[in-house]
């Protein structure tokens, strides 16, 4: 029953308020229409009275949960689902718990783990205790699945999966009854105790509750709720082979939890009511008591050039078309955290695309408006020249001095620091041409500009290589110009350029990422590996400014009209390397119109 149309609602946004949303909507009713309801679990001993999630904070109104199931790393669509569950307990002064739904062994691992608690912490996001694992209840689903039993709502059946496949049935026919359907209760009991001893192959039996074959919701042919797989656990080791369902295990956790508001993405919404029929019936065996956790789905982020699917993602990673989880070009929180994107940009971005059911894909671009917000306050500004010309001042015969040059444009409180400026000099090659267009107001013949903090120059000729391309630019310095003494001021110049002293410019390598996807939407191709992008990442060797040899991984500075970069290592030839963050406007979406 998948939901997604994934041509609906391309490149819009989605229509939310920040703040606002149809979920904060429906616990505002909740809370006015019964504002002593104080959902407490409900006092009931339970079957094993440790359960540690029963605490004195269980009088809290409202209870979220974020339960990844560790079997990759978290991306951008979780941290939408991050700041909604987090975000509402913070907001209402409840709590979030985040909880592994950890019950297949298989693709889970420890690794997975504790990526998901640093990335969720990267984030800003607290669970005060409340970490759970959905592995810490499967006395409780082994015990409730003897329940349903017991009570003629579940049994084993011992159909080989394809032909449990063959009886379900499509979504326009009705599925047929198992022939094993109506085994007694003692001998489904008996096998499900042999099950969970080990005496049985994997595909030999599973457990099914025992609903409606003919159902017109799929989801209530009588689902699997237990399989056998003899698999070691990431916590549980070898302690069982039997393991139970997803959906059988959710709604179960949400209740033990005392979870107030279970909030799921769209492909749920079909499952809801099987969520409904596992808690009601143990509320009939009097195990849980109302009122239940109620489950509200909201639609999935998707954003454009980037696949938002483990799946996918784990297929980048093993088959080595990314440098690992956290390159900086991949849609994950390891990766964004390396590219440079701010926990607050993040933040911002899903307050700004908000939660509605509406499916759509995200324009990319929205979420660097967000990452541009973010860094512009908080990042010092420095030089750094990619393709460098070599420009001497013929008339400079000083040693060399220094410039005064602002950390930061709009707070001067953020001091100065010392550029080093002397006869020969690099500037950035785009800023000089030998036959301008009109409107170009940097360096060319005759043209006068300012060397941004130093001096104003004029250019009076310049050499070229046997290509024809500029080689050495000459000019001439006016010595009364100097940026901050009283003579700087008659000089009225349109252009402003940035340079390095040739002498004390050190190496950096800067890694340059475009779109990781050719197309929009990656998704919607047959094979979304043919859709790379094989020019997502260009190395460049640059010159920076002398101060940048002191920088420490993760520092983060916007380069003086190159964008943002991020410190991300040290080669072992001394030299650093910046990854761009992103560039200072939009010129993706110029380039490609
Ligand atoms: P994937 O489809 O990438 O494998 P998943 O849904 O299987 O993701 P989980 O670890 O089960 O991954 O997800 C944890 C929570 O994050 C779930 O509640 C899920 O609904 C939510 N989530 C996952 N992807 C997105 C997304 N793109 N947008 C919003 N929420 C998401
Ligand atoms: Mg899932």
């Known amino acids: 029953m998948n939901k997604k149309n994934t041509n609906s609602g391309l490149m819009s946004n989605e229509p939310s308020k920040p703040g606002i949303n149809f979920i904060r909507n429906i616990i505002d009713n909740d809370l006015k229409n019964n504002p002593q309801n104080n959902r407490k679990w409900a006092g009931k001993p339970m079957p094993h009275s440790e359960f540690k999630g029963s605490t004195e904070q269980d009088t809290v109104a409202i ?20 700041c909604l569950n987090f975000g509402i307990a913070n907001d209402y002064h409840g709590l979030c718990h985040l909880r592994f739904d950890d019950t297949n062994p298989v693709s889970e691992n420890s690794e997975y783990v504790e990526s998901i608690i640093n990335s969720v912490r990267w984030l800003g996001f607290d669970w005060d205790n409340q970490l759970f694992y959905a592995s810490d209840y499967f006395d409780y689903l082994y015990s409730f699945a003897i329940k349903f039993i017991e009570n003629g709502d579940a049994y084993v059946d011992s159909l080989s999966s394809d032909e449990i496949k063959d009886h379900r049935g499509t979504l326009t026919s009705p599925g047929k009854n198992s022939p094993f359907r109506n085994r007694a209760v003692a001998e489904n009991l008996d096998i499900f105790e042999k099950m969970r001893k080990g005496n049985f192959k994997e595909e030999c039996h599973v457990v099914r509750l025992k609903i409606d074959m003919e159902s017109p919701n799929i989801n209530l042919r009588d689902p699997v709720i237990y399989r056998i797989r003899h698999h070691s656990h990431h916590k549980t080791g070898k302690n069982w082979c039997v393991y139970p369902m997803y959906d059988y295990t959710h709604c179960i956790s949400d209740a033990l939890e005392n979870i107030t508001y279970s909030l799921c993405t769209l492909e749920f919404e079909d499952h809801r009511v099987l969520y409904d029929w596992i808690l009601e019936k143990l509320v009939k065996y009097q195990i849980f008591e109302n009122p239940l956790p109620k489950q509200y789905e909201f639609s999935r982020l998707n954003l454009t050039h980037i696949v938002l699917s483990k799946r996918k993602l784990v297929q980048l990673v093993s088959e080595k078309y990314v440098d690992g989880w956290d390159d900086p070009r991949m849609p994950t929180l390891v990766g964004v955290k390396r590219r440079g994107y701010p926990p607050e940009s993040i933040k911002l971005f899903c307050d700004r695309i908000g939660v509605s059911k509406a499916d759509s894909i995200i324009d990319y671009s929205l979420l660097e408006d967000c ?223």
């Open 63 to 82: 209870r979220t949960r974020f339960p990844p199931e560790p079997n990759g790393y978290l991306h951008l669509g979780h941290a939408k689902s991050i």
């Open 371 to 593: 990452v541009r917000e973010s860094l512009n306050n908080s990042c010092y500004r420095k030089f750094v020249i990619f393709n460098p010309i070599k420009l001497i001042i013929e008339n400079y015969n000083e040693a060399e001095e220094f410039c005064d040059a602002s950390n930061h444009p709009k707070t001067p409180e953020n001091g100065t620091r010392k550029l080093p400026f002397s006869k020969e000099l690099w500037i950035e090659s785009t800023d000089f041409l030998v036959n301008p267009p009109k409107g170009f107001f940097r360096l060319f013949p005759g043209n006068i500009v300012r060397l941004k903090f130093g001096y104003v120059i004029e250019c009076t000729r310049y050499e070229i290589d046997e290509n024809g391309n500029p080689l050495t630019v000459y000019c001439r310095y006016f010595p009364d110009s100097k940026s901050g003494t009283a003579g700087s001021n008659k000089y009225k110049v349109k252009g402003n350029i940035h340079w390095l002293s040739s002498k004390h410019a050190i190496k950096c390598e800067i890694n340059l990422f475009d779109r990781l996807f050719k197309s929009a939407n990656p998704s919607g191709c047959d094979n979304f590996l043919t859709d790379l992008n094989q020019n997502s990442k260009v190395i460049v060797n640059a010159l920076g400014e002398p101060s940048l040899a002191q920088t420490r991984k993760g520092d983060q500075f916007q380069f003086e009209r190159h964008g943002y970069f991020i410190m991300d290592d040290t080669k072992n030839n001394g030299i650093p390397v910046f990854n761009r963050t992103v560039t200072l406007r939009d010129t993706w979406v110029k380039k490609n119109k």
